[in-house]
């Protein structure tokens, strides 16, 4: 396994001090993320996006996915078709940009029935944010194989696609070896087990965020340091090895520790490497 680590797992600081500081704690790459302004963002050309390219190749840093935290704002699955055609033009945009790059994986969120912490979203009913992602990723998948770069529909809190078995088949229907699963360890902890979703997506599975989860907390503040909460480590990896899984897996720390930034990204490559095995 690859051992990157995501760009809002630090507190701040341009994206060259970050690459830097990512290589020194021992990473392989950065998972970097499209926003509405700043060093990556929609209005960025491609000479904006090749000078990002040029400071992690100066830092030894390979990038290797887009995030992105702009479909809490542009959802897929919007009563508003001008939001919904937004979020389309906020996937293409993060697919080109991720060509310019080299990275081979986008993350997007596929829709919303409702998100707690986004509450201006409103609720949506199950069926109509199943049809409209449903109708959008397929239409989107086929920008991701003109590029060949990978839609990863990341499992989140947005009570929609809550089940292994759910997930699995919205990916088979779309239809595309390009769209797949961007699957979030912790994520699942709160109503789950990860353990039993990677034996379930199997060769769907793209790319892997790493956090951690304590289900007695039962709200977004369960989310604690790797090794610190119930993801039972041992059956995740063992889960992924029965998979052949040896791709990219990213540590996720958010929100950022702004008082002890640079520790959190230390000790999180230190339990990642228990985590997958790496000397």
Sequence with gaps: MKKGISIWSFAGGTLAENFRLAKEAGFDGVEVALDEVGELSLTSTEAD???VKAAADKAGMELYSVA???????SLSSDDEKMREKAKECVRKQLQVA???????????????????APELGITDYDVVYERSLA???ELSKDAERLKVSIGLENVWNNFLLSPLEMRDFIDKVGSRYVGSYFDVGNVVFSGYPEQWIKILGNRIKKVHFKDYRRSVGSLDGFVDLLAGEVDWKAVKAAFDKIG?????TGEMIPPYSQYGETIIFNTSNAMDKIIGRK
């Design 49 to 51: 996006v090749k000078k």
């Design 68 to 74: 992105s935290g702009l479909y809490w704002k542009y």
């Design 99 to 117: 060509s310019w790059l080299g990275c081979d994986t986008i993350l997007i969120v596929p829709g919303a029935v409702s998100v707690s912490f």
């Design 136 to 138: 959008a990723v397929k």
């Design 245 to 249: 899984y040896d791709g990219w897996v």
